[in-house]
């Protein structure tokens, strides 16, 4: 168990839809991912968030949109479903940064995903 | 962004070492070089962390030469359960933003 919560982790729904994706990060932990997994993409980084605030962006569709709250736990948002988007979102949370150098690793903990279908 | 390249597939037997390759040439200064283990439907897991020579841990060995355009993961007498995806991921921690991307990653089968 990594201590990173997802929900839903399984979710069927139809093509123009939205859904949103829970995240609940590690204790302490201040940084929060969003990763997408289909069969033929691997694992593809949409975007980060340290401490409520967005700091990196991947290959976030306009459609998507995530936040992260004030108790640290991180929501990703999908609209306007295509069938293209059915594939396992993970989420993952980080410790908090140390200097450069130290000890921290800057290990990712994965949650176990939540599995979208977009029938 | 450092771009990685590991083989897409590799096959190995019960009890023998392994070693996945990964060539990241544009590997910048701040970037520390990790792998992560995926089992199917699981989120991927640590396996270790280097920036040069050589890390060792419990599970496995990370090799990083001079240059650090490469890295070596070693794993030791595989076992069946050791059949998984592997990523080399290479990325700057140094800072709050990081923008992690993973590689294709490397399918590793033991075979009995």
């Known amino acids: 168990d990594s201590g990173v919560t997802q929900t839903p982790k399984h979710l069927i729904t139809a093509t123009g839809q939205r859904v949103t994706l829970r995240c609940s990060p590690r204790s302490g932990d201040l940084s929060v991912y969003w990763y997408q997994q289909s069969l033929d993409q691997g694992l593809q980084f949409l975007i980060q968030?340290?401490?409520?605030?967005?700091?990196a962006k991947g290959n976030i569709l306009e459609r998507f949109s995530a936040q992260q709250f004030p108790d640290l736990h991180s929501e990703l948002n999908l609209s306007s479903l295509e069938l293209g988007d059915s594939a396992l979102y993970f989420c993952a949370s980080s410790p908090r940064l140390v200097a450069s150098g130290g000890s921290n690793t800057g290990e990712l903990f994965f949650g176990e995903g939540s599995r979208l279908t977009v029938l | 962004l450092a771009k990685t390249t590991q083989p897409i597939s590799m096959d190995s037997y019960e009890g023998q070492e392994v070693n996945i390759t990964c060539s990241h040439n544009?590997?910048?200064?701040?970037?520390?070089i990790t792998w992560y283990q995926q089992f199917p439907s699981q989120g991927p897991r640590f396996i270790i962390q280097?920036?040069?020579t050589k890390v060792t841990n419990e599970v496995a060995s990370l090799f990083i030469p001079a240059d650090r355009k490469s890295s070596t993961l070693s794993l030791p007498r595989v076992s069946l359960s050791d059949t998984a995806v592997y990523y080399c991921l290479v990325g700057d921690l140094s800072g709050s933003a990081r923008q992690l991307t993973f590689g294709s990653g490397t399918q590793l089968t033991v075979l009995p």
């Open positions: 968030y340290y401490n409520g605030e967005e700091r």
């Open positions: 544009n590997i910048a200064t701040n970037d520390y």
């Open positions: 280097g920036y040069k």
